[in-house]
Structures are given as structure tokens and as C-alpha cells.
């Protein structure tokens, strides 16, 4: 099973995920007696009115330390071998999970996929963080965890995400990806069941679920599952390699070829044409 590049792994990686929630989910480090520190946010998408949080006196580090995380991200989208520098010496300073998820950026950013995913992996398990942030660090640790062609780690990572997040879709959709990665084609249903109860607008988990199916031998039902994707999205690649796929198990070699043709015309650049072609390669060499 390939990675999330090919219709297992339809979404593509977004470096700016990493850069754009800010520092809302790190825990300031905790000052020294007599001043209190801040609250930590509630939820992934707040941040704390500074004016509500009780405190015996100004705290002299928050405002450091969230300026130094801005500044070693910013550089890290720009220059990440001068910010993987800073950020290696930031984290021997002393700071902390701001300082560890700025080199992992910008390992990132520098190609160095694995060791970026270790990173944000040990963060999801151990930083100073609200539940639901670390869940988020566990689903990005996830996505480059399958990648890299290691979806017993992904697995791992989106299992812990959802001990925080028990319905969160998306990492739903990456356990079942790493599932099914490893041949485990039952779970992968289970999860995408879940997911097509959560998101009935969505095309991608019919879409998977389809090719779990096809796997268990489930004609029937990767067929039932291809047409509500495609009544859903007419012009979806996926499905139409999918449902390729589906004609060529049942000998409808022509029917296959139409479907990645059009799969091809549609989306020439997408994942879903590049493997079609191949596929169309293969029928001609028949």
C-alpha cells in the first residue's frame, strides 16, 4: 500500500500547519514564586484574556517567550538552517515545547521528514499543552509518520490523538489509512464508518472505504460507496480510479480504461491521474 500520495493518501501535507495556530497551545514556562502562571487556553482556536487571569503580579516571561517563538518560526519559513541552529540552542536554554516545535519546523521545512516527526510525536506525548493541542500535534506527527512509510507509527500517533479527540475525522481517516497500509482492511471500515456517519458531505471517506472494501472482496459495496462519492463529487479522481479498479477485478477492461481516462482529463496533475496512467500502461502492455 503506497503512502497518502496515491488514493490512501489523498491530502496533501501542509508545511504552514505548523506555523500558522501561533504559540496558543504551549504552556509558558512556569515562573518563579511569588508570580502565577498564565492559564493555559481551553480549546484549540482561544486564547486567554490575559485580563481575566488572576495573578499576584505581571509574569516578566510570557511575553519573551511567545516573542521568540514568533521570531524562530517566521525564520523558519524563511531560513530554517539558520532557525534549526537558534532553535537546537533555544531548546539547551531552556525553552521548552516553543523551542522544540520551532526545530521541528524548520527540520521540516530543510527535508529532514523523520526527524520532525519524531519531534512532534514526543510533543503530542509529553507537552505542557492542553489535550486537544497535543491531539493536533499527534495527527501532523501522523500524517508525516505515513509518509515516510511508517504507518505502524501513524497508527500509534492517530490513537493517542483520539483518546483526546475521539471523533475527530481527520484522524479517523489517518488510522484507517495506516490500517489498511498494513493489511488491517477491517479497522480501516470501522474508522471510515465513522467518519462517513461524522462527514455525510464528504467525498474521500466513501472514497476510502470503497477500496477497503474492494480488499475484503466486497464488490457489492465499494460499488454502492463509488456511487454515492461520485453523486457527491461528479468529478472526483479518486473514485474514478477507484471505480477503475472495481471494472478491471470484473474484467470490464474497457469500462476501466474510460474511467482512468477521465480520471486523467480531469485532474492531469492529481496523485489519482499518475496512477492511472500506470495502470493504463499496464492494460496496454495485456
Same mark, same amino acid.
Given at each position: 500500500?503506497?503512502?497518502?500520495?496515491?488514493?490512501?493518501?489523498?491530502?496533501?501535507?501542509?508545511?504552514?500547519?505548523?506555523?500558522?495556530?501561533?504559540?496558543?497551545?504551549?504552556?509558558?514556562?512556569?515562573?518563579?514564586?511569588?508570580?502565577?502562571?498564565?492559564?493555559?487556553?481551553?480549546?484549540?482556536?482561544?486564547? $486567554?484574556?490575559?485580563?481575566?487571569?488572576?495573578?499576584?503580579? $505581571?509574569?516578566?516571561?510570557?511575553?519573551?517567550?511567545?516573542?521568540?517563538?514568533?521570531?524562530?518560526?517566521?525564520?523558519?519559513?524563511?531560513? $530554517?538552517?539558520?532557525?534549526?541552529?537558534?532553535?537546537?540552542?533555544?531548546?539547551?536554554?531552556?525553552?521548552?515545547?516553543?523551542?522544540?516545535?520551532?526545530?521541528?519546523?524548520?527540520?521540516?521545512?530543510?527535508?529532514?521528514?523523520?526527524?520532525?516527526?519524531?519531534? *512532534?510525536?514526543?510533543?503530542?506525548?509529553?507537552?505542557?499543552? $492542553?489535550?486537544?493541542?497535543?491531539?493536533?500535534?499527534?495527527?501532523?506527527?501522523?500524517?508525516?509518520?505515513?509518509?515516510?512509510?511508517?504507518?505502524?507509527?501513524?497508527?500509534?500517533?492517530?490513537? *493517542?490523538?483520539?483518546?483526546?479527540?475521539?471523533?475527530?475525522?481527520?484522524?479517523?481517516?489517518?488510522?484507517?489509512?495506516?490500517?489498511?497500509?498494513?493489511?488491517?482492511?477491517?479497522?480501516?471500515?470501522?474508522?471510515?464508518?465513522?467518519?462517513?456517519?461524522?462527514?455525510?458531505?464528504?467525498?474521500?471517506?466513501?472514497?476510502?472505504?470503497?477500496?477497503?472494501?474492494?480488499?475484503?472482496?466486497?464488490?457489492?459495496?465499494?460499488?454502492?460507496?463509488?456511487?454515492?462519492?461520485?453523486?457527491?463529487?461528479?468529478?472526483?479522481?479518486?473514485?474514478?480510479?477507484?471505480?477503475?479498479?472495481?471494472?478491471?477485478?470484473?474484467?470490464?477492461?474497457?469500462?476501466?480504461?474510460?474511467?482512468?481516462?477521465?480520471?486523467?482529463?480531469?485532474?492531469?496533475?492529481?496523485?489519482?491521474?499518475?496512477?492511472?496512467?500506470?495502470?493504463?500502461?499496464?492494460?496496454?502492455?495485456?
Amino acid at each position: 500500500m503506497r503512502h497518502r500520495t496515491t488514493r490512501w493518501f489523498p491530502t496533501l501535507i501542509v508545511l504552514a500547519v505548523l506555523a500558522a495556530g501561533g504559540a496558543w497551545w504551549l504552556a509558558a514556562p512556569e515562573p518563579a514564586p511569588p508570580r502565577i502562571a498564565p492559564a493555559v487556553p481551553s480549546g484549540p482556536s482561544e486564547t $486567554p484574556d490575559p485580563a481575566a487571569t488572576p495573578r499576584t503580579e $505581571p509574569v516578566a516571561s510570557a511575553e519573551p517567550a511567545g516573542s521568540d517563538y514568533e521570531r524562530c518560526m517566521g525564520l523558519a519559513m524563511v531560513d $530554517p538552517a539558520r532557525a534549526a541552529v537558534e532553535a537546537e540552542r533555544w531548546v539547551a536554554e531552556g525553552g521548552g515545547d516553543a523551542a522544540r516545535h520551532c526545530a521541528a519546523t524548520a527540520l521540516l521545512q530543510l527535508g529532514e521528514v523523520e526527524r520532525a516527526a519524531e519531534i *512532534l510525536d514526543a510533543l503530542g506525548r509529553e507537552a505542557l499543552a $492542553p489535550a486537544e493541542a497535543r491531539a493536533a500535534l499527534l495527527a501532523q506527527a501522523g500524517q508525516l509518520w505515513l509518509a515516510l512509510g511508517r504507518p505502524d507509527r501513524a497508527y500509534a500517533a492517530a490513537t *493517542l490523538g483520539l483518546a483526546a479527540r475521539a471523533d475527530d475525522p481527520d484522524l479517523l481517516t489517518d488510522r484507517a489509512i495506516a490500517a489498511a497500509s498494513q493489511g488491517r482492511f477491517e479497522e480501516a471500515v470501522d474508522d471510515l464508518s465513522r467518519v462517513v456517519d461524522l462527514r455525510a458531505d464528504r467525498a474521500e471517506p466513501l472514497v476510502l472505504r470503497a477500496s477497503a472494501w474492494r480488499h475484503l472482496g466486497q464488490r457489492a459495496l465499494a460499488e454502492d460507496d463509488l456511487a454515492r462519492a461520485l453523486a457527491l463529487h461528479p468529478a472526483n479522481p479518486d473514485a474514478l480510479l477507484e471505480r477503475g479498479l472495481l471494472r478491471r477485478d470484473q474484467r470490464d477492461l474497457a469500462g476501466a480504461r474510460a474511467d482512468w481516462e477521465t480520471a486523467i482529463r480531469l485532474s492531469p496533475e492529481s496523485a489519482a491521474a499518475e496512477l492511472a496512467r500506470d495502470h493504463l500502461a499496464a492494460l496496454d502492455e495485456r
